[in-house]
């Protein structure tokens, strides 16, 4: 049972928030049809010209009344409100943290496109092909203005801001093509820059990436970039420069110059890119020059992409 | 114009040349200066308005462009936030009456008055210089970094508009504050002032408190815009999150400055019309407060998915929960005040009733967009359009037409004709029923706001709501219509025509040019209509 | 006074005595002070997050302004806060030559002051750091630094624009007393334009640390 | 000139002076953190002197004086959870 006009219900969150939502109709629905009666009944009952008893109770009744009436409109929409709050809240922190096995899928919006690129290489626009029962996490980044990737079938949406990665993610339960809108106003088009999440099962998913395998994955591209800007000159084997290993570094804690540590994660990887004196590895000089605006925001993701992939090696040399 | 008795020294009466208008100090005749001026800008507004929802009859942007509709429905939210509904009731109903209520000869500061009104016109100048060389095209919200860097219409022109009538804001809001604290007739204590001055009184501190951030935020912005350096744009280093706080730190207290004062009004009409003091009137003046002060802390519920920490969202979420209790609290207390009234339905009473439930409609959808959960697929969807516009319209705007129609015959002398007054009630609030209330179901399906053009499945209701924006459109036009007709053909007003309370009824109609002939003196509690005297009055004037 | 006079001429002054007109213009002062802090305010919240955003790169560019000047303008200012607030204790026993002496020591304390900014502003100019006019900071912390003398012009131009027009003031004031001596209000509107000149000097007491002294170990 | 009237005023500007060196010569000492909180208190104290003795609060009505504190806690409002908000988010 949902609200009418609402969209299909089409991820785990859905029906929870779903679930909110009437229960907040309701309350406010009973709320507010209680008022209106009162309104009515008040205005028909003591209208001018009819003769209903305008005596008041005299003053000390009238006001211990008052009194316990005020309190109890105070305290009891406090508590029903503190609840609602509890409730959209902890719905809220739960979906926060995308699970750690989610399958990663990077977002880059422009303006009036969205471009979509999976690990394995396949890349979309305006499109997202997304296997159900899966739990998938798009981490995003614009390269204009604020945008926003809303999928009111999943009742997810979160702004998509430039020099910046926010992440967003679901689980689709139902197979099917659900709408995709940019919910952020970003210029001209902004109501033309829409999508399409196509939801497979796991296995046509699976048959879907095969048949669209003819372009190498984000690690491999990654890796001729990594060629291409010669970060290879002092990250790689054999390199003149001192420079923190790679190899091993996403997902450890670094320890930084000047004290504290930092995760290695997306945002670190991306930061120490393109502002590479913002946070400096421990142990190390600040000589490495900043890439902003040499590496567009897709090749970065790959660059990324193939450094998370050397996670998984031993750090070769010191 | 205006047959005033010779000899008499009513504000009207004394000379009608331009000069006099234009050089007036006398806060009732800046009131009309001010009236007349947001009257033509709700107009301009509404035009844009009508032209939306024309437009937004067919999924397909088929009648404008995508950048004339991105234009249209900025201005439609510049000239209607800052050019209409902020000054709306403080500048008209607000500067007319404060002095009157309180037993004022004027404002504190007369000169400074009319000083605000020409930054208002001043202003005015520069918003409409920007309409008419091309319009701007980025929401009335100005979010960097589209602002600054990818919008390429005149936002500088349109941010330095509205920057300028801030100080008009800001000096009228000053302006009331001292005068209600300095010059309140003997006797009047703070307890027996009426609800509209405890509203002007809170208001005014909103306005010196908060304008001043959105003053230099959106200097901030003009200078990064110009000179391309700044602590906005991310691609610079800068924030934009940083803009969206300091922006909403001010426009959300902007969206109290426009309620707070029509709740003062339908304190006022719904006490006249229902001849019952206000329920609970101590708890009304401290809710009024509590809205005013609370409303300083909430502001990040407008950006739980911009990019906002999750633990600032949580903060601003239940405070703005703690905001709602004190807006719950007066419609409770409105319902109250009509228990064993005397009602009669005379139009700013139907204003009133109509403010109270729509205002209701806005409040409680708020309690939808404060939750975190449910804000993630609301918010930016028609759901928050129709949440500000039933606070706004169907609140503020409906407020003000009610108080224009109460307080007529005090300002012009002059009674309107009350069925032609009832009929124009009565539409607008179907009107803007049918035009406001699919767009909560247009919301809730998922309609993204500021869409030009819009997928197949919300046609139904957009139909809908623009045949509702036909009426509403319409609705609007009939007051002129007949304000202007009383003006020259309306019964004569006696100084009392409501038998309401409050010292602006103790003084002829139109008042005085020095609006007491004898100093008042107030030794009674406000909205005496249970009191021998009031009921007398009624009994022979009926 | 023949009687229609009195009824010709209505009495629309809102006050009734001096005292509440006193008072009046007071309050009226300071809430006007209260919006000028928080005016002020937008910047130093700025400053605050800009700071937290870019720690490094603001000491080191807070190590490019000049320490020397910057303290001596403080000390200016301070001490023109001292000259104003004694032409408005002269103006209240209506001392005519006192107040103006004072008043002259104020405005040209002020001029002073500006005069220091503007020389300051040529250096850094010459030293290219000026914001968007070809700014050169070393790559390492450049985003960073540019923010930091974005904010640093931003906030002493304003801080300037409000001490010229306090000048301003001061200087018709004075002009106005030596022409025609003490009026009704001039002790009151003295004192209100002391008070405006001491918040301009409190705002500078909080923008010096933040653009001259912080992290200048 | 010199009278007893103005004795405060000058009192008070010697104290601002003695602050001004004092905040000066703290912050080239490498103090670390300490140095950002005793340049602010020492700017807090200065201004306080500034409002007590040459802008005579005292003489103004209470109003006056909840009026200076609103305009310094809204700053401090704005300031407080702007930076809380830009501190959590950990970017």
Redesign the interface.
Known sequence: MKLPFLPEAASVLASKVDALLLAVTLMTGIVAFGVVVLLVVFTIKYRRGTDASREFAPEPVRRRVRRRMEIAWIAIPLLLFIAVFGWGATLYFDHAAPPPNALEIFVVAKQWMWKLQHVTGQREIDELHVPSGIPVKLVMTAQDAIHSFFVPAFRVKQDVLPGRYTILWFTATAPGEYDLFCAEYCGTDHSRMLGKIVVLEPAQYQRWLEAHNAEPTMAMRGESLFRQFGCGGCHGAHAAVRSPPLEGLFGRQVPLRGGGTVLADDRYLRDSILLPQKEIAAGYDPVMPSFAGQISDPELLDLIAYIKSLAAKEAASP | MIHAKPGSSSYLGAGMTLRSWLTTQDHKRIAILYALSITVFFFIGGAAATLIRIELATPAGDLISANTYNKLFTMHGVIMVWFFLIPSIPATLGNFLVPLMIGARDLAFPRLNLASWYLYVFGALFTLAALFLGGVDTGWTFYTPFSTTFSDTHVIAVVTGVFIVGFSSILTGLNFIVTIHKLRAPGLIWFRLPLFIWAQYATSVILVLATPVLAMTLTLLAIERVLHVGIFDPALGGDPLLFQHLFWFYSHPAVYIMILPAMGVVSEILACFARNPIFGYRSMAYAIIAIAVVGFLVWGHHMFVSGQSMYAGMVFSILSYLVAVPSAIKVFNWTATLYKGTISFEAPMLYALGFIGLFMMGGMTGLFLAALALDVHLTDTYFVVAHFHYIMVGGAVAAYLGGIHFWWPKVTGRLYPERWAQFAAILLFFGFNFTFFPQFLLGIAGMPRRYHEYAPQFHTLNVLSSAGAVILATGYLLPLFYFAWSLFHGERAPANPWHATGLEWSVPSPPLVENFATAPVVNSEPYGYRSQRSRRAVASGA | MTHDTALAAPNTDPFSDPRQRRDASDLGMWLFLTTETLFFGVLFAGYVIMRARFPHAFAAAGRHTDFALGTANTALLLTSSLCMALAVATAEVNRRRATLIWLGATAALGIAFLAIKGFEYHAEYVEHLVPALDFRFDARDFRGAEIFFWLYFVMTGVHALHLTAGVAVVVLMAARLARSGFGKQTPLSIELAGLYWHFVDIVWIFVYPCLYLIARS | ?RNA??RP??L??IA??VL?GL??GS?????GTF??VS??A??AL??AL??I???HIRR??R??HV??A???V??A???A???????????
């Open positions: 000139m009237r103005a005023y000058v008070a500007w601002l002076l001004l905040s000066a912050s080239l000492l490498a103090l140095n950002l340049n602010f020492i700017a200065k201004a500034v409002v003795v040459f802008m103004s009505e109003t006056v009026a200076a609103a305009g310094i809204w700053l409002l704005l300031i959870l702007s930076l809380s908000d830009f501190l959590a988010r950990g970017s």
